[in-house]
C-alpha cells in the first residue's frame, strides 16, 4: 500500500544528514540539463540516492587518497621550482650569471615569473572550464619541468629572464586548477583544510628544499655549477611526476576511475548543498560580468594583492636577509628551515581554526598579527652579532603570512557559485596575486643590505591594510546573506538557513535541518547559476 503523501515527504526530509533529498520524479520526464553543471546530466539519467554518513566517509577516504597525493605533490614542486631561483642566488647565480648588484635584475628575475602568471590568467580561465582538468594540468606539469631544466642553460640575464618568463607562463595554472579540483570534489566545510594542505607545501618546500640544496650545492662538479645541478634535479623530478598526474588525476566525479557508479552518484550528490555545481565545461557571458561586477570580487583581490606583496619580497630574498644577519651560505640555508616549519604550523593551524570556528575574516585578522610584530622587530634591532637570536626570531615571525592566502582562496571558492564565474574570480584573483609578487621584490634591494628598510616599511603598511580589508568584507558577506534570506522568505521558503555544507556529520542529524530540506533549498544546487541569481546560495564570513 503506498504511502500517505505527507509521510513520504516526511522520509525524503529525514533520509541523510547531509541535506541532500530523495526524489520520486525518476517516472517524471528527464529534465533538459544544457547550460547546466556537468552533474545534472549524471542525476537526470540516474535516480536521486540517499547519501548516508557512512557512504559519505567511505567515498570521502577515497577521494582522499586519490586527489590529495596528486595535489600535494605538484604544489610541492611548483614551490621548490619558483624559490630555486633564491637557493641558486646563495650559490653565486649573481656572480656567475654577471647581474648587476646595484640594479634590479636580480629582482626581475622573481617578478617576471609573476609577469607571466598575470598575463596567462585570462586564457587560463577560459582553458579550465572548456578543458578536462586532470589531463591539462599534467600537460602544464611536464612543459614547466622541461623548461625548468632548461634554466641550467641559461649563463646571463637574458637567458634566464627568458626561461623564468616560460616557467611561470606554465606553472599559471596550477593553483588555480587546485582551487577548481577542491571545490569541485569537497563540501565547503571540508575546502578549507584541503586547500591548506597543498598550499602548506611552501613551508614543506622550506624545509626539505633548504636540504635538498644544502646537499645538491655539495657537489663538486667541473662541468656545473651548483645551481645549475639544482635546476636539473628539480626539473627532471618534476616530469617524472608529471606523468603520473596526466594518468590518475580525474578530470570530475563524473568521470572518475577509482569510483564505481554508485559512488560517483555519492560524490556528486554529497555536493548539492554547497550550491556551487561540478563542472559545467560551458563558457557563459553572464557569469563573467557578474565576477567583474561582484564587490566581493575586488574585496578579495586587494587583500591578495597586499599579502603577495610580502610574499613576492621574502620568498625572493629570504635567504639574503638571512645571509645579512652574519650567516655563511650554508648556515643561510639550514636557518631557512624553521621557516618553512613556522608556514606549516600558520597554514594548517589557521586553516583548522576556521574550520572549526566556520569563520574565516577572525583567523586572517590573527594570522597577520604574527607579521607586524616580526617586522617591527626586524626594523628596530641592529645587525650586531648578538642580535642575531632576535633577528632569526622576529624574521620567523614574519613566515605566518602564507597561511592568508590559503584562507583567502577558500573563502572566495565558499562565497562564488556558477562554474564560470568561479573560475574567472579564481583568475582575478590570482592578477591581484600574481601584480603583489611582481611588485614584491622590487621594494628589496641587493644594495640596502642588510637591514632592507624600505621593503619592511612596506610590509608593515600592508598587513595592516589586510585587517582593514578582512573586516569590510565581513560586513558585505552579512549584508549579502540578509538580502538572499529576504528573497527566500518572499518565496514562501525558508529565511534562516542550515548550511549543511559546512557542517560534520554530528551536526546535520536535526530538526532544523530536516524542516530546510522540506523548504526545497538546494534545488538550483547544479543549475549552473551563479550565487547572487541562486536565493538558496548562503555566504559565510
Same mark, same amino acid.
Given at each position: 500500500?503506498?504511502?500517505?503523501?505527507?509521510?513520504?515527504?516526511?522520509?525524503?526530509?529525514?533520509?541523510?544528514?547531509?541535506?541532500?533529498?530523495?526524489?520520486?520524479?525518476?517516472?517524471?520526464?528527464?529534465?533538459?540539463?544544457?547550460?547546466?553543471?556537468?552533474?545534472?546530466?549524471?542525476?537526470?539519467?540516474?535516480?536521486? /540516492?540517499?547519501?548516508?554518513?557512512?557512504?559519505?566517509?567511505?567515498?570521502?577516504?577515497?577521494?582522499?587518497?586519490?586527489?590529495?597525493?596528486?595535489?600535494?605533490?605538484?604544489?610541492?614542486?611548483?614551490?621548490?621550482?619558483?624559490?630555486?631561483?633564491?637557493?641558486?642566488?646563495?650559490?653565486?647565480?649573481?656572480?656567475?650569471?654577471?647581474?648587476?648588484?646595484?640594479?634590479?635584475?636580480?629582482? =626581475?628575475?622573481?617578478?617576471?615569473?609573476?609577469?607571466?602568471?598575470?598575463?596567462?590568467?585570462?586564457?587560463?580561465?577560459?582553458?579550465?572550464?572548456?578543458?578536462?582538468?586532470?589531463?591539462?594540468?599534467?600537460?602544464?606539469?611536464?612543459?614547466?619541468?622541461?623548461?625548468?631544466?632548461?634554466?641550467?642553460?641559461?649563463?646571463?640575464?637574458?637567458?634566464?629572464?627568458?626561461?623564468?618568463?616560460?616557467?611561470?607562463?606554465?606553472?599559471?595554472?596550477?593553483?588555480?586548477?587546485?582551487?577548481?579540483?577542491?571545490?569541485?570534489?569537497?563540501?565547503?566545510?571540508?575546502?578549507?583544510?584541503?586547500?591548506?594542505?597543498?598550499?602548506?607545501?611552501?613551508?614543506?618546500?622550506?624545509?626539505?628544499?633548504?636540504?635538498?640544496?644544502?646537499?645538491?650545492?655539495? /657537489?663538486?662538479?667541473?662541468?656545473?655549477?651548483?645551481?645549475?645541478?639544482?635546476?636539473?634535479?628539480?626539473?627532471?623530478?618534476?616530469?617524472?611526476?608529471?606523468?603520473?598526474?596526466?594518468?590518475?588525476?580525474?578530470? @570530475?566525479?563524473?568521470?572518475?576511475?577509482?569510483?564505481?557508479?554508485?559512488?560517483?552518484?555519492? %560524490?556528486?550528490?554529497?555536493?548539492?548543498?554547497?550550491?556551487?555545481?561540478?563542472?559545467? *565545461?560551458?563558457?557563459?557571458?553572464?557569469?563573467?560580468?557578474?565576477?567583474?561586477?561582484?564587490?566581493?570580487? =575586488? +574585496? =578579495?583581490?586587494?587583500?591578495?594583492?597586499?599579502?603577495?606583496?610580502? @610574499?613576492?619580497?621574502?620568498?625572493?630574498?629570504?635567504?639574503?636577509?638571512?645571509? @645579512?644577519?652574519?650567516?655563511?651560505?650554508?648556515?643561510?640555508?639550514?636557518?631557512?628551515?624553521?621557516?618553512? +616549519?613556522?608556514?606549516?604550523?600558520?597554514?594548517?593551524?589557521?586553516? =583548522?581554526?576556521?574550520? *572549526?570556528?566556520?569563520?574565516?575574516?577572525?583567523?586572517?585578522?590573527?594570522?597577520? /598579527?604574527?607579521?607586524?610584530?616580526? /617586522?617591527?622587530?626586524?626594523?628596530?634591532?641592529?645587525?650586531?652579532?648578538?642580535?642575531?637570536?632576535?633577528?632569526?626570531?622576529?624574521?620567523?615571525?614574519?613566515?605566518?603570512?602564507?597561511?592568508?592566502?590559503?584562507?583567502?582562496?577558500?573563502?572566495?571558492?565558499?562565497?562564488?557559485?556558477?562554474?564560470?564565474? *568561479?573560475?574567472?574570480?579564481?583568475?582575478?584573483?590570482?592578477?591581484?596575486?600574481?601584480?603583489?609578487?611582481?611588485?614584491?621584490?622590487?621594494?628589496?634591494?641587493?644594495?640596502?643590505?642588510?637591514?632592507?628598510?624600505?621593503?619592511?616599511?612596506?610590509?608593515?603598511?600592508?598587513?595592516?591594510?589586510?585587517?582593514?580589508?578582512?573586516?569590510?568584507?565581513?560586513?558585505?558577506?552579512?549584508?549579502?546573506?540578509?538580502?538572499?534570506?529576504?528573497?527566500?522568505?518572499?518565496?514562501?521558503? %525558508?529565511?534562516?538557513?542550515?548550511?549543511?555544507?559546512?557542517?560534520?556529520?554530528?551536526?546535520?542529524?536535526?530538526?532544523?535541518?530536516?524542516?530546510?530540506?522540506?523548504?526545497?533549498?538546494?534545488?538550483?544546487?547544479?543549475?549552473?547559476?551563479?550565487?547572487?541569481?541562486?536565493?538558496?546560495?548562503?555566504?559565510?564570513?
Amino acid at each position: 500500500m503506498a504511502k500517505p503523501e505527507a509521510s513520504v515527504s516526511e522520509d525524503i526530509n529525514k533520509a541523510d544528514t547531509y541535506g541532500i533529498e530523495t526524489s520520486e520524479s525518476i517516472h517524471k520526464p528527464t529534465p533538459p540539463t544544457h547550460g547546466k553543471d556537468k552533474a545534472a546530466e549524471l542525476l537526470a539519467s540516474n535516480q536521486r /540516492i540517499v547519501v548516508t554518513s557512512a557512504e559519505n566517509k567511505r567515498v570521502l577516504r577515497k577521494i582522499d587518497l586519490v586527489i590529495l597525493p596528486i595535489l600535494l605533490s605538484v604544489y610541492f614542486l611548483q614551490s621548490l621550482d619558483k624559490t630555486t631561483l633564491s637557493y641558486a642566488s646563495v650559490f653565486g647565480l649573481i656572480e656567475d650569471a654577471g647581474l648587476d648588484p646595484q640594479s634590479q635584475q636580480y629582482s =626581475w628575475l622573481g617578478s617576471i615569473v609573476y609577469i607571466a602568471q598575470l598575463v596567462m590568467q585570462p586564457m587560463v580561465a577560459v582553458m579550465l572550464v572548456k578543458l578536462p582538468i586532470g589531463k591539462f594540468t599534467g600537460i602544464m606539469v611536464f612543459t614547466w619541468g622541461c623548461i625548468l631544466c632548461g634554466m641550467a642553460g641559461a649563463t646571463n640575464f637574458a637567458g634566464l629572464m627568458a626561461t623564468r618568463f616560460l616557467l611561470g607562463a606554465f606553472e599559471s595554472a596550477v593553483a588555480p586548477a587546485f582551487i577548481a579540483v577542491v571545490q569541485m570534489w569537497y563540501k565547503r566545510g571540508e575546502q578549507t583544510n584541503r586547500n591548506a594542505a597543498w598550499y602548506a607545501m611552501l613551508g614543506i618546500v622550506n624545509i626539505l628544499g633548504s636540504l635538498l640544496s644544502y646537499g645538491l650545492g655539495h /657537489i663538486q662538479s667541473n662541468l656545473l655549477h651548483s645551481y645549475q645541478i639544482i635546476f636539473l634535479f628539480c626539473g627532471l623530478l618534476t616530469v617524472v611526476v608529471s606523468v603520473f598526474v596526466y594518468i590518475f588525476m580525474p578530470d @570530475s566525479p563524473m568521470e572518475a576511475k577509482f569510483l564505481n557508479d554508485h559512488e560517483k552518484l555519492v %560524490a556528486v550528490e554529497r555536493l548539492r548543498m554547497n550550491q556551487m555545481g561540478v563542472a559545467s *565545461r560551458v563558457w557563459k557571458w553572464d557569469h563573467v560580468m557578474e565576477a567583474f561586477l561582484d564587490l566581493k570580487t =575586488w +574585496l =578579495w583581490f586587494s587583500m591578495l594583492t597586499a599579502v603577495s606583496i610580502p @610574499s613576492g619580497g621574502i620568498t625572493t630574498f629570504g635567504p639574503l636577509i638571512i645571509q @645579512s644577519f652574519g650567516f655563511g651560505k650554508f648556515q643561510t640555508i639550514l636557518f631557512n628551515m624553521p621557516f618553512g +616549519l613556522v608556514q606549516i604550523v600558520a597554514t594548517l593551524g589557521g586553516a =583548522w581554526l576556521a574550520t *572549526r570556528l566556520k569563520k574565516k575574516g577572525p583567523v586572517l585578522i590573527l594570522l597577520c /598579527i604574527p607579521p607586524v610584530i616580526g /617586522i617591527i622587530i626586524l626594523m628596530a634591532v641592529g645587525r650586531e652579532k648578538k642580535h642575531r637570536a632576535v633577528l632569526l626570531v622576529g624574521y620567523y615571525l614574519t613566515s605566518f603570512y602564507p597561511g592568508i592566502s590559503p584562507l583567502i582562496y577558500s573563502w572566495s571558492g565558499q562565497n562564488t557559485g556558477g562554474d564560470t564565474k *568561479r573560475k574567472v574570480t579564481t583568475s582575478i584573483l590570482f592578477v591581484g596575486a600574481s601584480a603583489g609578487n611582481i611588485i614584491g621584490p622590487h621594494l628589496f634591494k641587493p644594495s640596502e643590505k642588510p637591514r632592507y628598510s624600505r621593503g619592511l616599511r612596506s610590509n608593515l603598511a600592508l598587513f595592516v591594510t589586510i585587517i582593514f580589508l578582512v573586516v569590510l568584507a565581513m560586513c558585505w558577506v552579512k549584508v549579502l546573506n540578509r538580502k538572499h534570506a529576504a528573497i527566500r522568505e518572499s518565496m514562501g521558503k %525558508a529565511a534562516v538557513v542550515v548550511d549543511l555544507s559546512m557542517t560534520k556529520d554530528k551536526e546535520t542529524d536535526t530538526e532544523g535541518a530536516e524542516d530546510v530540506q522540506a523548504s526545497g533549498v538546494g534545488d538550483k544546487a547544479f543549475d549552473d547559476v551563479t550565487d547572487i541569481k541562486n536565493e538558496d546560495f548562503i555566504y559565510v564570513y
